[in-house]
């Protein structure tokens, strides 16, 4: 994950520039914090520790359920499952997300182009039943957004963004529907690559957490030492009923 992340910053410098320095960065937090939780199942397997490992799978869980939710929106920004069938539930998220993303779209038009006197048309709340693109949908994660997530540093990465031979910024800078169209067409180029990678490291991730799960149970006489016991007994015990005579 510290590779992809590190990847993501020196190849792919459009993706940075348009898309939140936390999912950017993100990655490579990530693999710091598999590294950490590494070396914490290493100690608890060599000490053996059943606290240690127990903690070591939850960390485990957590880190492969947030790589899945990452992979997952890139392929989401990146149309792939649009065409997705799937039930109610699946649908919903996949709007969504959807939906987050067009608002922090429109939190970066409002920033760098309505704030910057780019534009004359500003970014307004969507009236049920309209299209969902090019306006906003959740008006306290745009604001949000505007608060924590937008700043000039955003603004100045995406004047160097070229899309169709002229720079996002102030090309880019027509209307609010037009400004997420073109920021989308930059991203989708790189997201579904991130994405799937994403989404590999979190099946390793999982076959990790089955593999922890199976060693913290086969393995539980060697840091339970009662239950080791509880063992031995029962085989003394065992050898008694069968007749043969056990030899402390």
């Known amino acids: 994950m510290t590779s992809l992340g590190v990847y993501i910053l020196i190849a792919k410098k459009d993706l940075v520039a348009t898309v939140s320095g936390y999912a950017v960065y993100s990655p490579v937090g990530i693999g710091i914090g598999v590294f950490a939780v590494a070396m914490m199942g290493c100690m608890g397997s060599k000490q053996r520790s059943k606290p240690l490992l127990v903690l070591y799978w939850v960390f485990l869980t957590l880190m492969a359920l947030l790589s899945l939710a990452a992979g997952l929106a890139f392929l989401v920004y990146a149309g792939s ?137 086969t393995n539980r006489p060697q840091y339970d030492e009662e239950y080791e016991r ?6 003394i015990n065992g050898q008694q009923l069968s007749g043969i005579t056990y030899v402390q």
């Open 230 to 235: 509880k063992m031995q007994q029962q085989q």
């Open 81 to 217: 499952l649009d065409s997705f069938q799937g039930g109610t539930a699946i649908t919903t998220v996949i709007g969504g997300t959807k939906s987050i993303i067009n608002d922090y779209q429109l939190a970066i038009y409002q920033e760098c182009c309505f704030a910057k006197n780019l534009t004359t048309i500003p970014v307004e709340l969507c009236v049920s039943g309209t299209n969902t693109i090019g306006c906003i949908n959740d008006a306290t994660f745009y604001n949000d957004a505007l608060d924590t997530l937008v700043g000039d540093a955003t603004c100045v990465s995406l004047a160097n963004v070229k899309f169709n031979g002229a720079t996002l910024l102030p090309n880019a800078c027509i209307d609010p529907l037009a400004f997420a169209g073109a920021v989308s067409s930059v991203v989708q180029s790189n997201a579904l690559i991130v994405g799937s990678v994403i989404l590999s490291i979190s099946a390793l991730l999982f076959l990790a957490d089955v593999f922890t799960c199976v060693l913290i149970c």
